[in-house]
């Protein structure tokens, strides 16, 4: 295997395991989780189902959605382009819904290191009120889990080979809705906490997985990709040889 091959596979295989560690901890420190899983979190604890096979259905839901969107956005496309360019355009199609489709096995995949890092770790809170020593802890591995996170996002998706289905949703509505990924990802953040404040509601009558981490998470990922991207990013292209 070529030297570049191998550090690509390896620098995304790493950063799928770091964002999967970083979302389970997450959920350990009981101060709410990220908003990308928040919904199949707040299912999961309040009609006591695994986590990890909640994740994979809310998964596989974001890609069913990316495949109609991407269909959408190629009828549009075809329309208006036409002759040569309608041709290119659905030959492109072939290969962004085989890459839509793929991230269903990579989905199985993931949310099984989610289950098994949900296994090892345990909860960081207890049921009495929280001293000051537990919150303090409690905020400290939040903090570690929103950069364990944002680094993991970032490597797996620096690679370029099949992104997360929570990414390739919001890069599929962005593209659909030519919109930027950033303003698209706060638009998808904030719906999934409005979903999951109204099923925590409706069926528990409090919030489950909803608190200040959910916040710090929304801002601190992105900020955390962007720092990691910083130092990182040109030594791993290099190594990786990925082509922007």
């Known amino acids: 295997m070529k030297k570049p091959v191998f550090y690509r596979i390896l620098f995304y295989i790493i950063g799928l395991l770091v964002l999967a560690l970083g979302l389970t901890l997450n959920t350990k420190t009981g101060l709410g989780v990220s908003p990308i899983i928040s919904v199949a979190y707040s299912i999961s604890e309040i009609f006591d189902q695994n986590f990890g096979n909640m994740t994979l259905a809310l998964y596989s839901l974001f890609v069913v959605i990316e495949m109609i969107l991407h269909l959408i956005r190629s009828r549009k496309y075809t329309k ?3 002759g040569a360019l309608s041709h290119a355009g659905k030959t492109d199609l072939k290969l962004i819904l085989l890459m839509d489709f793929l991230q269903i096995p990579l989905s199985l995949i993931f949310t099984r290191f989610l289950n098994v890092f949900s296994a090892v770790i345990p909860n960081l809170y207890s049921d009495r009120q929280s001293t000051a020593g537990e919150m303090a802890v409690r905020v400290a591995f939040l903090i570690i889990a929103i950069i364990l996170t944002g680094i993991g996002a970032a490597m ?3 690679m370029r080979i099949v992104p997360n289905p929570g990414d390739g949703i919001v890069q599929a509505i962005a593209d659909t809705i030519h919109k930027s990924v950033g303003f698209t990802k706060n ?5 999934n ?6 099923i925590s509601l409706t069926f528990s009558g409090h919030l489950v997985g909803i608190g200040v981490g959910t916040v710090l998470a929304m801002v601190g990922v992105g900020r955390t990709i962007a720092v990691f991207n910083h130092f990182t990013y040109a030594k791993m292209k290099e190594l990786a040889a990925v082509e922007d």
């Open 187 to 191: 638009c998808f953040d904030l719906t």
């Open 156 to 158: 797996s998706l620096n």
């Open 80 to 82: 208006i382009s036409g």
């Open 193 to 198: 906490i409005t979903i999951t404040i109204c």
